[in-house]
C-alpha cells in the first residue's frame, strides 16, 4: 500500500503540459520534499528530480519539479510520446523512518 | 559511468530464502547508500530498506523487519538483499538503487515464489 497519493491515471496531449500531484503528510514531503521518478514498461525506474527541484544531469528541462505545503508536484511541459509512462514520488517519512512512494500516475500522452 | 549489475532471476519454493546480489562499479562504494526497493507485476514500487555500504549499518521497513538481512562485501563492491521465510507475496522484481534520492538504479531481479 502507498504512503503518498497520487492520481492513477493523467492524459493529456501531444505538446500539452501535464502537472502530476503527490500528497503525503509534514513527516514526508512537506519535511525534506519529494523525488522524482519515471519508469517505462519492463525498465527500471530513472530518477528525474530529486528534493523538490533538481534535475539529474542529461534530464531535459521540460521535467521541473515543486512543491506545496505536503504536496509536490511534477510538470512535464511540451508533452512527447516518449513521455508516456509511469511517474512515481518518493519521500523519506521522518515519523516511519522509512521511504515511503506513491502508487504512481499512468501517464498516457494522446 | 555509475552501474549496479544485480544477479539473476530465481525461483524459490515457499518457506526457502532468496539473496540478491546488486555489484557497484563506476563510484565510490561505500559513498553511497544501496537501497532496496520490489516491484510485483503491475503493481507500484515498495521500500524495503537501506544499508550504509561503508559502516555496515541499515533500516528495514517494518514490513519486511524479522525476514530482510542487508550486507555488503566492500572489497568486490556488492551489496546483498537476503529475504526469509518467502511467500506467494514475495514474487516480485527486486531493484537496488544507489544514494537517498534513488540516483541510480540496478536492472532489477524477479524472484517467483511458487510450489
Known amino acids: 500500500q502507498a504512503g503518498l497519493t497520487q492520481p492513477p491515471s493523467v492524459s493529456k496531449g501531444l505538446r500539452q503540459t501535464a502537472t502530476l500531484t503527490c500528497t503525503g503528510n509534514?513527516?514526508?514531503?512537506?519535511?525534506?520534499?519529494a523525488a522524482w521518478l519515471q519508469q517505462h514498461q519492463g525498465h527500471p525506474p530513472k530518477l528525474l528530480s530529486y528534493?523538490?527541484?533538481n534535475r539529474p544531469s542529461g534530464i531535459s528541462e521540460r521535467f521541473s519539479a515543486s512543491r506545496s505545503g505536503n504536496t509536490a508536484s511534477l510538470t512535464i511541459t511540451g508533452l512527447q510520446p516518449e513521455d508516456e509512462a509511469d511517474y512515481y514520488c518518493?519521500?523519506?517519512?521522518?515519523?516511519?523512518?522509512?521511504?515511503?512512494f506513491g502508487g504512481g500516475t499512468k501517464l498516457t500522452v494522446l | 559511468q555509475v552501474q549496479l549489475v544485480q544477479s539473476g532471476a530465481e525461483v524459490k519454493k515457499p518457506g526457502a530464502s532468496v539473496k540478491v546480489s546488486c555489484k557497484a562499479s563506476?563510484?565510490?562504494?561505500?559513498?553511497?547508500?544501496i537501497n532496496w526497493v520490489r516491484q510485483a507485476t503491475g503493481q507500484g514500487l515498495e521500500w524495503m530498506g537501506w544499508?550504509?555500504?561503508?559502516?555496515?549499518?541499515?533500516g528495514y521497513a517494518q514490513k519486511f523487519q524479522g525476514r530482510v538481512t542487508m550486507t555488503r562485501n566492500t572489497s568486490i563492491s556488492t551489496a546483498y538483499m537476503e529475504l526469509s521465510s518467502l511467500r506467494s507475496e514475495d514474487t516480485a522484481v527486486y531493484y537496488c538503487?544507489?544514494?537517498?534520492?534513488?540516483?541510480?538504479w540496478g536492472q532489477g531481479t524477479l524472484v517467483t515464489v511458487s510450489s
Open positions: 563506476g563510484y565510490t562504494f561505500t559513498s553511497y547508500d
Open positions: 538503487a544507489r544514494g537517498d534520492t534513488y540516483r541510480n
Open positions: 518518493s519521500a523519506w517519512d521522518s515519523s516511519l523512518s522509512e521511504g515511503v
Open positions: 544499508m550504509n555500504p561503508n559502516s555496515g549499518n541499515t
Open positions: 528534493r523538490n527541484n
Open positions: 509534514s513527516n514526508n514531503v512537506g519535511n525534506q520534499g
